[in-house]
């Protein structure tokens, strides 16, 4: 590598040496990636412990499930209600010394508008024992919802 020292004609250079100061943000570069804390991308969840507990704590409560019908219809336990009856109904469960579990099941063709009501509905009411059931009919890869 040959290095030049300036002109032959005797003036001086009037080029900065870049070299250190790419040295210097290098050096800086990885400084910084050091120092950066490392991203965690996880949930934090208490999970059983996998062993069932003793018979006498084993406690039976009743399920209530809320289907939401293609016809735009909510049914309580297979009985039709509208949404202030559901409201009441649900206040009610939150109000009993074990709360039962609330299944949350819409039809296939049920409106996605009647779903988030209701969703907000029983969001506002402060149930805790809350899931959604018959995803599985929906889960077949390859499979159309009517099986073929």
Same mark, same amino acid.
């Not at 336990?77 to 009993?96: A, C, F, I, W, Y």
């Given at each position: 590598?040959?290095?030049?020292?300036?002109?032959?004609?005797? @003036?001086?250079?009037?080029?900065?040496?870049?070299?250190? $100061?790419?040295?210097v943000m290098?050096?800086?570069?990885?400084?910084?990636? !050091? %120092?950066?804390?490392?991203?965690?991308?996880? &949930?934090? !969840?208490?999970?059983?412990? *996998?062993?069932?507990?003793?018979?006498?704590?084993?406690?039976?409560?009743?399920?209530?499930?809320?289907? $939401?019908?293609?016809?735009?219809? &909510?049914?309580?336990?297979?009985?039709? &209600?509208?949404?202030?009856q559901l409201?009441?109904?649900?206040? @009610? %469960?939150?109000?009993?010394?074990?709360?039962?579990?609330?299944?949350? @099941?819409?039809?296939?063709?049920?409106?996605?508008?009647?779903s988030a009501?209701?969703?907000? !509905?029983?969001? *506002?009411?402060?149930?805790?024992?809350?899931?959604?059931?018959?995803?599985?009919?929906?889960?077949?890869?390859?499979?159309?919802?009517? *099986?073929?």
């Amino acid at each position: 590598m040959a290095m030049s020292g300036g002109k032959d004609d005797g @003036e001086p250079m009037m080029e900065m040496n870049t070299t250190p $100061l790419i040295d210097v943000m290098l050096v800086l570069l990885i400084m910084f990636i !050091i %120092t950066i804390p490392v991203a965690t991308h996880s &949930v934090d !969840i208490d999970l059983p412990s *996998g062993e069932n507990p003793p018979p006498d704590v084993i406690v039976q409560t009743e399920k209530n499930k809320v289907v $939401l019908s293609t016809d735009n219809k &909510v049914r309580w336990n297979g009985d039709e &209600v509208n949404t202030g009856q559901l409201v009441t109904l649900l206040k @009610e %469960t939150t109000e009993m010394p074990v709360e039962p579990e609330l299944q949350f @099941e819409p039809e296939e063709n049920a409106s996605y508008d009647l779903s988030a009501r209701v969703l907000n !509905i029983i969001k *506002g009411s402060g149930v805790t024992k809350f899931g959604f059931v018959g995803n599985e009919k929906y889960s077949a890869f390859g499979k159309a919802p009517n *099986g073929n």
